[in-house]
Nanobody, 131 residues
Framework: QVQVVESGGGWVQTGESLRLSCEVS????????VGWFRQVAGRNREEVGC????????LYSRSLKGRFTISRDNAKNTVYLQMDNLKPEDTAVYYC????????????????????????WGQGTQVTVSS
């Protein structure tokens, strides 16, 4: 009943941009939290960023903030991940995850990230960045 569908992955060269889409159905989209994660081959999954809800906070990992931007289009029930200045180390399978609520992890310096306790996950889309 709940579906999370990613699209937009592909093959690009270093320095180029790519926009991934995540369409969520089966949840009240204005309230849904959406996270982007990625898994580099041979490494554990890491968080890219998340949108807590429509009109709410957008959070990013420290290392990716500034190059990656999350936005959402409520009319299309879609959250986007705009990736700019891509590097070979960005090559990974990118996953979208959604839930009616999200948890936050806060740090002493004020930085915050979403937790990974999302119930609904997309299948993933491959992004390959060549040098």
């Amino acid at each position: 009943q709940v579906q999370v569908v990613e699209s937009g992955g592909g093959w690009v060269q270093t320095g180029e941009s790519l926009r991934l889409s995540c369409e969520v159905s089966g949840l009240t989209f204005d309230e849904v939290g959406v996270g982007w994660f990625r898994q580099v081959a041979g490494r554990n999954r890491e968080e890219v960023g998340c949108s807590v809800r429509s009109g709410g906070s957008t959070l990013y990992s420290r290392s990716l903030k500034g190059r990656f931007t999350i936005s959402r289009d409520n009319a299309k029930n879609t959250v986007y991940l705009q990736m700019d200045n891509l590097k070979p180390e960005d090559t990974a399978v990118y996953y979208c995850a959604a839930d009616s609520t999200v948890s936050l992890v806060r740090y002493s310096d004020g930085h915050a990230e979403c937790g990974d306790e999302f119930r609904y996950w997309g299948q993933g889309t491959q992004v390959t960045v060549s040098s």
